[in-house]
Structure formats: structure tokens, C-alpha cells
């Protein structure tokens, strides 16, 4: 039963006037269906509006009419409800939603009596927590009971591995060829909503405007399509993604859906928002799941969940990228953000030339690290490799001086740094999130001391010109964009996700455009 999985848009307007503009928005967007969220409608009345709304419509229309008690707005009893309801299956809509709690009431109200080509959904909404897979199975059993056409599942996430068990159940219809509807409510759960057609979910909603949801979680209309490619997604397509927290302004499912697609690779990259990294890696221990990249907070605790790491990556004690390697499905971790900021700052000094110069130009130069976290030690560890003299600066001395320790360089307190000039033509690294938007007039360090610095570089890419390196280059200075690092470590990750070689110039162009 491998049918295309439906893309549907829930109409949530207060006026039938707004909910056929947005129905054919719906279809201009490349919707299969609309929802009519008739509890939305203030002032409905049900034979004017449902003539109106479902006459001459351009798209199949799902009914539904949800009362307060299982989320939605309607507060009256269920004999007009059902009225309304009936009223719209004689007018042709193709699916009407019933309450499963109300549904054999309905069932018996309309007498069994359903034209040929409509499909009555029977739906539960969980607004708490997922099931265990057990209940989840009977309750599919107590839908289908009751005379659902179609089943509809929806509970809330309070850890992403929850929806693990709604991906298992959705399969298990599959199998026995019982169309479903299972998703997963709330941020944590965005990924029940993506690769529904991976699993073989009935329908998934997109809305139509980024305020125009229905339940928690959903993606627009937009995404699913130009982001994500659901049309796309089938049971072979591989799942990357960022793991995270927060995880929901990341940048990176667009860069890397797109790079996938510009080279025909059947995958796809989601965000990830993961609370516990080694309770996400266990439940989504199967080959589809064939890697990720890590951001904060994980970078650390990825070290250890991996099976193998890269010596680099175990020496900076942070993994940004995370592999399950085909041939034995072991984890494997390794750090693209040394390479990606390291090499950018290296052709910043050769002014993009001379790429393959063998000496480094970082060689026997001081090179100030500002900050000790993940990036920090990336830039010190990488610094230090190529042959500088490395001087870590940050706001909490005693990790300074533990990087220091740990790498071979020297620790200085942030006071300290703004009269720190031993020699002029150093090079600075701000791998704190100082300057970030919104506090862009935040600066670590005062535009009177960079005059000691040739190149200053900063991890920040929010703004892509942050103050300091607007300072530095008013005082004469080359400055290197976290954005520059930000490319090359994606392309470093692409590489390892695909094995083939990252479209450079399109990835530079989307990150350009973002
Ligand atoms: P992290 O591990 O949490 O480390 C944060 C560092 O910043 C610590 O040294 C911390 O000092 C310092 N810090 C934070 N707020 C500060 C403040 N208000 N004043 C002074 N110091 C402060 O984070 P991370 O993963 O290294 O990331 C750091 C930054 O780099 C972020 O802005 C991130 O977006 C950026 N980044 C960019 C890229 C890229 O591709 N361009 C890649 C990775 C990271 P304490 O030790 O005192 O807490």
C-alpha cells in the first residue's frame, strides 16, 4: 500500500471569506488537501457557510469541527456538531475528522451511511505525552472498531525519542494496510511531520504562514516543500540531521537539503532537539538514521557516545559530526570546525592565494583565542597544530588556563588582553558568542588593542559583520567571517554524510542568500 503521502493545509481563519483565500493559497503552494477547521469560525452558520466553503472548492476538503475537550473551539454539544458534520459529507466533502471518543455516537447519527468516495478519519489527541507502542497499537485497534476509514494518532513529545514508537506504529498499518495519520505534537516532534512519507504516514499538515497552526510543531506548506523535499522522502531516503538545543534557528537543514538535492542524494536533514544525545543515538539506532551534525550543548558528550573517534576531533574533546558507518553501523565522531575556521584564517592571511602552500602561514605567529568552549578549543587545538603560539583569553580564567595547560600555550584573563601586545602582526579568534544578535553593539575586546592584530576572525556569524570585525578592519586589520568558517565546516560535514565532493559554489550561494 505504497501511496504518496497527502500534504495538507489546516485552514484556521475566523471568516469564510479568509478561508478561501487561504484555500487557494493552499493550492498555489502545491497543497493535495485542505482542512476546514469549521471551530475557527466565529459567527458559523452551517448550511450558508459549509455551501460556500465547499462548493466550488480547489482542493479535497477534511472536515472538522473539534470541541474545546479535545483542543479545539467548539464549546456546544455534539448533536449540532454532528449535524454540521453530516451536512458536509452530503455536500461532498471527501474526509470528515471525528473525535474517537464521540465516534461511534457519530457513526450511529449518520447511520453508517457514507458516499463512495469520502473517507471518515477517527482521530485521539494526546496534548500530555506518547504511549507506550502497546498502547499506541490498541488504541489503532479501538479506532479502526468504531468504523474509522482512516486512523488518526496525534500525541505530544516530551523527548524526541518518543516519536520513535509513532514511526513503529505507523509501519505496523502499513504492513496490514491500514491507512494512518501519526504524529507527534511540540518541537521536540517535528520530525513525526517531515518524514511521514518515509514511514508511511496517511497525510501531514503544513500550514500555510508560520502563526497559522493548528496544533504544536507544524512546518509551513513551504518548508515541507522547498526545505525539506518531502515529495522526495520514501522508505529509502537516508535521515541526517542537527542535533541540538535550541535547535529551531539553525541554518543548516536548508544548506544541507539543498546541497543534497543539487547532486540527486536520496536524503534528508532535519533539526534535531535533543535533550539526552545517548538516549537520541539508541532509539535511532537504524542505518536510516545515517548521521548528524552536533551543536551546542552535545559537542562534549558526543566524544563519548561515539564508538570511534577521529584523534583530532578526541584531542579538542568535541565532535561536531557524527557518522554511523554503513559497514558496521558504529558511530563514528569528527570535528569539521577546526578545519573549516583554521583553514579559513589560513587563507586569510595568504589573501586566498597560494592554497597548497606547505608551510603553514599560522607558523611561529601569536594566536589570541578568545573563549575556552567548544569553538575555543577547536581554534586553540588547530592553531597550535600549525605551528603558532597560542594565547587563550576568557571571561572564566580557570578554563583558559586549562586549555593553556592541555594544548601548550599561555592563559590570560579578558582584563588582561586589552594590554596584551607582545608583538604587532598577531592574530586574533573570538570563539565567544559576544557581538551575537540581538547584542551587536557587544564587543570582547576594545578597537584601541586590535591595532596589535594583522587578521582577526570571529565565530560569530549573526550579524556576518560583527562589531569587532568592523573595528578591525577600520584599524587596518584582515578580517575572516564566522560565515567563512560556518561554509567550510558544512561542506566538511557533507563530505562525510555523502562520501562525494560539497558543491562549493552553491553552498556559498544559499549561505549568501540565508
Ligand atoms: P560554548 O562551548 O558554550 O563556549 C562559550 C564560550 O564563550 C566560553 O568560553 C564562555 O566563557 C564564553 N562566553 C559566553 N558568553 C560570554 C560573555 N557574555 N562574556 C564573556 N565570555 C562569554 O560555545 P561554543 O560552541 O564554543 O560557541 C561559541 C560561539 O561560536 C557561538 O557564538 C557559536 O555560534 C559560534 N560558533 C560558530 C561556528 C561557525 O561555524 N561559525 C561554529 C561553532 C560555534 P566561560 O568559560 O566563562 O563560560
Known amino acids: 500500500m505504497a501511496t504518496r503521502t497527502l500534504l495538507c493545509v489546516p485552514l484556521v481563519a475566523k471568516t469564510v471569506e479568509e478561508m478561501l483565500s487561504d484555500m487557494a493559497a493552499a493550492k498555489a503552494k ?8 469549521l471551530d475557527h ?5 452551517p448550511q450558508r457557510d459549509l455551501d460556500i466553503l465547499l462548493r466550488d472548492r480547489p482542493l479535497p476538503a477534511l472536515v472538522t469541527y473539534r470541541p474545546k475537550w479535545e483542543g479545539g473551539e467548539y464549546e456546544g454539544d455534539d448533536e449540532p456538531r454532528f449535524e454540521a458534520l453530516q451536512l458536509a459529507i452530503q455536500l461532498g466533502a471527501e474526509y470528515v475528522d471525528i473525535e474517537l471518543k464521540v465516534a461511534e455516537n457519530f457513526v450511529n447519527y449518520i447511520s453508517g451511511q457514507k458516499p463512495e468516495n ?3 478519519i477517527v482521530s485521539s489527541h494526546n496534548y500530555q505525552s506518547t504511549p507506550s507502542t502497546e498502547e499506541l497499537g490498541s488504541l489503532v485497534a479501538r479506532i479502526q472498531a468504531v468504523g474509522a476509514d482512516i486512523v488518526k494518532i496525534a500525541t505530544t513529545a516530551v523527548d524526541i525519542a518518543d516519536v520513535a514508537r509513532m514511526f513503529q506504529v505507523i509501519v505496523h498499518c502499513q504492513e496490514r494496510q491500514v491507512p494512518m495519520i501519526g504524529l507527534v505534537m511540540s518541537e521536540r516532534g517535528v520530525i513525526s511531520r517531515v518524514l511521514c512519507p518515509k514511514f508511511g ?3 501531514t499538515f503544513g500550514t500555510l504562514d508560520a502563526g497559522k497552526t493548528s496544533a504544536p510543531g507544524q512546518p509551513t506548506i513551504s518548508d515541507l516543500l522547498n526545505v525539506y523535499n518531502i515529495r522526495q522522502i520514501g522508505p529509502d531516503t537516508k535521515v541526517f540531521g542537527i542535533i541540538g538545543k535550541p535547535v529551531g534557528h539553525s541554518k543548516s537543514p536548508i544548506l544541507h537539503n539543498e546541497a543534497f538535492k543539487s547532486i540527486g542524494f536520496n536524503a534528508v536533514y532535519v533539526p534535531l532537539l535533543v535533550d539526552d544525545l545517548a538516549t537520541f543515538l539508541s532509539t535511532y539506532s537504524s542505518p536510516d538514521f545515517a548521521g548528524f551534525s552536533c551543536t551546542i550543548p552535545h559537542k562534549e558528550a558526543a566524544v563519548v557516545c561515539c564508538d570511534e573517534v577521529d584523534p583530532i576531533a578526541k584531542a579538542i574533546g568535541a565532535v561536531n559530526t557524527i557518522i554511523k558507518r554503513p559497514a558496521d553501523g558504529r558511530l563514528v565522531g569528527y570535528n569539521t570546525d577546526y578545519v573549516g575556521a583554521i583553514s579559513a584564517i589560513e587563507d586569510g592571511i595568504r589573501g586566498f592565494q597560494l592554497k597548497d602552500a606547505t608551510v603553514s602561514p599560522l607558523a611561529g605567529k601569536t594566536f589570541v583565542v578568545i573563549g575556552a568552549g567548544g569553538a575555543g578549543k577547536a581554534l586553540a587545538y588547530g592553531a597550535k597544530e600549525k605551528g603558532a603560539k597560542v594565547v587563550i ?6 578554563r583558559a588556563k586549562e586549555l593553556a595547560n592541555l594544548i ?3 592563559a590570560l584573563t579578558l582584563a588582561e588582553l586589552e594590554n596584551f601586545h607582545p608583538e604587532e602582526g598577531m592574530i586574533l579568534a573570538n570563539t565567544t558568542s559576544i557581538g551575537m544578535q540581538p547584542r551587536v553593539n557587544d564587543t570582547p575586546l576594545s578597537k584601541q588593542a586590535l591595532k596589535s592584530y594583522a587578521l582577526v576572525f570571529d565565530a560569530v556569524y549573526t550579524p556576518k559583520v560583527t562589531r569587532l570585525l568592523r573595528e578591525a578592519e577600520e584599524s587596518g586589520a584582515i578580517v575572516v567571517s564566522g560565515l567563512e568558517m560556518f561554509i567550510r ?4 560535514q557533507f563530505e562525510l554524510f555523502t562520501g562525494l565532493t560539497a558543491p562549493e559554489s552553491l553552498m556559498r550561494h544559499i549561505v549568501s542568500s540565508l
Open 30 to 37: 502545491g497543497a493535495d488537501l485542505v482542512e476546514i477547521r
Open 41 to 45: 469560525l466565529t459567527a458559523f452558520n
Open 118 to 120: 469520502f473517507s471518515l
Open 201 to 203: 504516514g496517511y497525510l
Open 393 to 398: 583569553a576568557n571571561r572564566t580564567y580557570e
Open 408 to 410: 601548550g600555550g599561555h
Open 489 to 492: 565546516q558544512a561542506m566538511g
